[in-house]
């Protein structure tokens, strides 16, 4: 379970950071502001169980899910792109 939540957490983090930054960069204040609040609420929840990792997997499934995290949220944010 541990596994998962750490690559799962940590996937939200990075998809919120990327979506957090494009948002910022395009001037969409909703989005900047709502990304903000999710990332700290993240954060205090994954803080918890990166202090108790301790082993390799879990170090592996955590970085792994910051990768895919930040590819999905890429590939949702592609069509602000074409705007402003």
Known sequence: MSYLLLFLGQGLNFLLAVINI???????????????????????????????????MEIIAYASGGAVGSAIAILITRRWDATR
């Open 22 to 56: 494009r948002a910022a960069s395009k001037g969409l204040i909703k989005w900047t502001a709502a990304s903000d609040f999710i990332i700290s609420l993240v954060s205090f929840v994954l803080i918890q169980h990166i202090a108790k990792a301790n082993n390799t």
